[in-house]
Structure formats: C-alpha cells, structure tokens
C-alpha cells in the first residue's frame, strides 16, 4: 500500500521568533527553518511502516514556496521514496491545504495519509482532521501508537487524562503526537540518495485547487510582557513573598 | 446571531471546559445554545441547562455518540449546524479532534484557541509558541473556532434556566469503533482548571525523585504538571505535559520545580497569575518569567518549602 506524508518547512522550533514593528507577522527573513517536528515523527512512522513490510511506497508532499523542496529532500533522507511540492508563493491556510492534499490523494489514491498534529507556526491543529472532512474518510488524531493489519488501522490516541484506542478503516488520516515515536538523524549517505530521487512540481492552479486565504489577519503583536520577577534568598523569604506580597497561599 | 456550544462531557459529567466556551460566546453576543452528544447524557444536558448564559440546550443520545468519535459528533453537530452563526469547541483534545472536520464540511476556515473576541468577526489568537498574537477576521458564514480555555474565566455553574430539547441522533458512519481507553487516575484536581500547579522537569532525575512534589502539592491542593523532557525520560505521565503541544495552564500559582524553561514549556503556563521558580542553574530561562525565583538544589529546598508552609 502507498502512503502519503505531507510535511511543512517551518521557522526551526529554537527560534525565538520576534513581532515585526509594523504589526504585520513575525519576522522570518534570515531565520533558520526545518521541518515540522510532528512531521519529522510521520515521516520516521510511514518509514518504520515500509521498513516492516506492511507499506509498497511513502510519498512525501510539501506547499509552499520553491524552498520547501528542502523539506522533502529531508523526508526523503529519512525514507520517503519520492516527493510532490505543489509550488505557490500565496499564503496558505490550513483549509487550502486540506483541499491541495485530497487533490492529490485522489491522484496518487493511498490508503493512508499520516499527518503531524500541528504546526508550530500557526500552531492551528486542523489540516489533518480537514482533510479527513473532505475525503469522508475516518481519522485518528494525537496518534502515539499505530499498527496496520487486515485492511484497517488500530491507532492510540494521546487524549486529556489518558489513552484511548481506535479501529478505523482503510482508507484513513493519522496525525502523529510527539511520543509516536523518535525521528532518525538523517546520515550523509542518505542525503546524497534523497537528492537522486523523484520530485515533482505541481501548482494549485494545476490541481484545480482555490487556495486563497479565507481568514484575515489584521496585526501580529507581541504578547503583553511580564513584568519582571526576583529572586529570593532562601525558603522563608519566598514563603513569606507567597504569603504576604503574592497572597497566593 | 446564534452560538452553538459543543459540550464536553464523559456521559455523566459537564467538563469545566464547556463553562469557559459558553464565557466566550456570551462576548460574541446573541444567544447561547449548548449541544451534548452523547449516550445516557442525561444528567450533562441537564448541568448544561443550569450554567449561566446558556438559553437552550440540545441533547442527542445515542450509543453512537457514546465515546466521542470525530466522525459521529461531527456529523452530529453538522445536522444543526444551519441555525447556528458561531460554533464553538473548548480547545481541548476532543475539541481539537472534532472542529476542523466540522469546518472543512462547511467550507470555513476554523479559528483555534482563540484568547479574545474583539467583536462577533475578529477574534485573538497565539501562534508561534505564544510568541505572537494574531488579530484575525473571518468573512466565512459560519465561524467555528475552538477557545483557549485559559483566556476565558467560566461562567457559573449554577442560576441558568435553559429548556433542554431532545433532537434526534445522526447515524453511526461505520468508519470508525472505539477500541478501549486507559484514564490516569489521580485523587488531585484536573491540571486544566487547577488553582495551583507544581510540575517537575528533568532536574528531577527520576520517577522515584518525582514523588518529591506529592507532598509539596498536597498542602497547596495543587495538580502535578510536567515538562516535556521529564514526560519523555519517564518520569511523569504523558497528560500531565504543560506546554505548546501538551496541556495550556493559567492557575494562580505556578510553582516550576527543576524546569529550565524552554519556549515550549513556557507557551503552556506564562499566562500563570504568580509564577515561582525553583533551579539550581541561576541562568535558566525560567527565570526570565518567574515573579520570585529560588536558586537552589530542590531535593533540600523542596521539603523545606512543604514544611514551611
């Protein structure tokens, strides 16, 4: 069976993003970017998938603008066997990129799409279970545990106060929780391969695909700042700082 | 204008989440209606009915809708969804899990965890790690949007007098069954809507070593959070993660034990009243937002400060 992995090139999770003085987003030129982390784990699980037997082929799709094929060289460091960047310089929100990834599953027909759970930029939490919408197909969000068998995926879920399991069938969406599993390092060989394989350029416009933004933002400004703390001496100053100034105990 | 709330409920219980949702509608304006789906919920439809602000509540009961399954309730809410100008999730994991399908059906975008209404089209939101905050307008028909819990307090539980109305329940999708689950249990209050929290990090060592904080919140009646890097070395449960991808907090007292203090572990508590920091590193990040930082070993400072108080 084929798998599609779609993966977000992102500001790197070390960043301290800073508000740009016109309120207008965050400052990004010059920064470092990666791939998601919740990506970098649904690449490594579509890969572990293929590696036991259960998976033919994982296809890695990223949107956005020409650098994203850096991402997808990535996931093809880590396993993927060819990559799909659908190309457009417009913003894209999480819906419009539910609507390019059905465009492609209904090309490439897998059986299974694993998402990350979030993107740790718009930190939305939405494309996976859009795209599950527009598919009509059954999702397992938060996954951190997935096992395939007899046509169907048996997935547990990271849910508040606990665990929960599920059985959904094929075809289905998974997205991936942090403790699904430990991405790989990508080792120099495997660069020097992923730069051999496969990727194609595909346009909205191509898939057919109305990818305009549907939410405007009007300013992006820096949270309120607290003010600043001190520090105490020792356990009776901070007690009675609790006690008397916070009045918290 | 209308808003539909989603309760969040486990078939017996209203979560505490649903009151903060109903805060955020009652900023939006126009009348408040609040859905429960679910199996033999009854006695939820019934709590909903009693929270302030809450003009009718529509109760759908069927084994189908028993364990919260993203396609059913979604399916659920989207058979209503027609009256309803807003619609509202608590940004919780089965909020999260249920909205996007609900908006993508409609063709809207979906607003999550949003902190502020600045009006009934514009609505405040982090992104970023909480780095940022977004100002965002929909033009969408229907605005679904999921509410940062934190950035609402709840109404009452108790002084409303809504008429619950039974509706009919959609059918199963056959797409998906529930398997099992495992709850954590724990004596000590919900880490969400908590008064105090005390979370231990990684300066910890081990789940042994944790136990250190049980008496510490004990006597402050406080949930147990965690960082990050104490859930993945073990030392605590995977639920009590406090952070961008784990649980958001805003208690009046924070008490971060052994925590260094990354973005992410911070976008999941700097909205704490008072924040407390105990590190033996005095350059830990933690510092940076601490109203009153400790620098010392916690395995002495810790017990003295449970005797202590």
């Given at each position: 069976m084929?798998?599609l992995?779609?993966v977000k090139r992102v500001?790197?999770y070390n960043?301290?993003?800073?508000v740009k003085?016109d309120?207008t987003?965050v400052?990004i030129?010059?920064v ?5 982390p ?6 490594e699980?579509?890969?572990r998938?293929?590696e036991?037997g259960?998976?033919a082929e ?8 020409a650098?994203?094929q850096?991402t997808?060289r990535?996931a093809?460091?880590?396993?993927a066997d ?8 417009a913003e ?7 609507k390019l ?10 059986q ?14 939405q494309?996976g279970q859009?795209?599950?919408a ?6 397992a969000t ?5 096992e395939l ?6 997935v547990?879920?990271?849910v508040?106060?606990?665990l929960?399991t ?10 991936t ?14 660069i ?7 990727l ?7 898939l ?16 309120p700042a ?7 001496a020792?356990?009776?100053a901070l007690v009675?700082k609790?006690?008397?100034e916070?009045?918290?105990? | ?5 989603i ?11 649903t ?8 900023k939006?304006?126009?009348?408040v209606h609040?859905?429960?789906a ?6 939820v439809?019934d709590q ?10 529509l109760?759908a009961?069927a ?5 919260g399954?993203a396609?059913?309730?979604?399916a659920?809410v ?18 999260k ?13 979906q ?5 502020g ?21 929909s ?5 679904v949007?999921t509410?940062r819990?934190t950035?609402f ?6 002084g409303?007098?809504?008429?619950v109305?039974?509706?009919?329940a959609v059918?199963d ?7 099992g689950r495992e ?8 880490l969400?809507g ?5 979370s231990g990090g990684r300066?910890l060592?081990?789940?042994e ?7 510490l ?5 406080a949930a147990?959070g ?5 859930v ?13 991808t784990g649980?958001i907090?805003a ?8 925590i260094?203090g990354?973005?992410?572990?911070l ?5 704490s009243k008072?924040?407390v920091?105990?590190?033996k590193d005095?350059e ?26």
């Amino acid at each position: 069976m084929k798998v599609l992995v779609p993966v977000k090139r992102v500001v790197d999770y070390n960043v301290k993003v800073r508000v740009k003085s016109d309120q207008t987003g965050v400052d990004i030129a010059n920064v470092k970017m990666s791939m998601n982390p919740f990506d970098e784990i649904a690449v490594e699980e579509a890969t572990r998938l293929k590696e036991k037997g259960t998976v033919a082929e994982v296809v890695a799709v990223s949107c956005g603008v020409a650098q994203c094929q850096e991402t997808l060289r990535t996931a093809m460091a880590i396993g993927a066997d060819r990559g799909v960047l659908v190309q457009t310089d417009a913003e894209l929100q999480p819906l419009a990129v539910a609507k390019l990834l059905k465009a492609l599953v209904d090309k490439e027909q897998p059986q299974l799409v694993i998402l990350g759970k979030q993107a740790i930029d718009d930190d939305a939490n939405q494309t996976g279970q859009m795209l599950a919408a527009l598919l009509d197909w059954p999702q397992a969000t938060f996954a951190s545990k997935v096992e395939l068998a007899d046509g169907k995926v048996t997935v547990t879920r990271e849910v508040d106060g606990g665990l929960e399991t599920l059985t959904l069938k094929l075809p289905a969406i998974v997205t991936t929780d942090l403790r699904l599993n430990e991405p790989r390092y990508v080792t120099l060989p495997n660069i020097m391969k992923a730069k051999k394989k496969q990727l194609d350029t595909v346009t909205p416009e191509e898939l057919g695909v109305d990818a305009a933004p549907r939410l405007k933002t009007l300013k992006v400004s820096e949270p309120p700042a607290r003010k600043a703390g001190i520090k105490v001496a020792d356990v009776a100053a901070l007690v009675d700082k609790l006690k008397n100034e916070a009045k918290v105990v | 204008m209308t808003t539909l709330v989603i309760a969040e409920h486990d078939n017996a219980q209203l979560k505490g989440a649903t009151l903060n949702a109903v805060a955020a509608a009652a900023k939006i304006g126009g009348d408040v209606h609040v859905l429960v789906a679910g199996a033999n919920a009854r006695a939820v439809a019934d709590q909903a009915a009693a929270a302030a602000g809450v003009a009718k509540v529509l109760l759908a009961d069927a084994p189908q809708l028993a364990d919260g399954l993203a396609e059913n309730v979604a399916a659920q809410v989207l058979a209503v969804a027609s009256n309803y100008s807003h619609i509202l999730f608590p940004a919780t994991a089965s909020g999260k899990n249920v909205a996007p399908r609900v908006a993508a059906k409609l063709d809207v975008a979906q607003i999550s965890d949003i902190i502020g209404v600045e009006s009934a089209d514009t609505f405040q939101r982090p992104i970023y790690a909480g780095n940022a905050i977004a100002t965002v307008q929909s033009a969408d028909a229907v605005k679904v949007i999921t509410v940062r819990t934190t950035g609402f307090d709840a109404v009452a539980a108790q002084g409303g007098s809504a008429t619950v109305e039974e509706i009919a329940a959609v059918a199963d999708s056959g797409l998906s069954t529930f398997v099992g689950r495992e709850v954590a249990k724990s004596d000590r209050p919900e880490l969400a809507g908590a008064r105090v929290v005390v979370s231990g990090g990684r300066g910890l060592g081990s789940a042994e070593n944790f136990k250190i904080l049980d008496p510490l919140a004990d006597k402050l009646g406080a949930a147990l959070g965690a960082s990050r890097a104490a859930v993945d070395a073990g030392y605590a449960p995977n639920d009590w993660q406090v952070g961008q991808t784990g649980k958001i907090v805003a208690p009046q007292l924070y008490v971060a034990v052994g925590i260094s203090g990354a973005i992410q572990h911070l976008a999941g508590m700097k909205d704490s009243k008072v924040i407390v920091a105990i590190n033996k590193d005095a350059e830990a990040p933690i510092f940076g937002v601490a109203d009153y930082g400790l620098v010392g070993d916690l395995f002495q400072v810790v017990p003295e400060l449970t005797s202590a108080l």
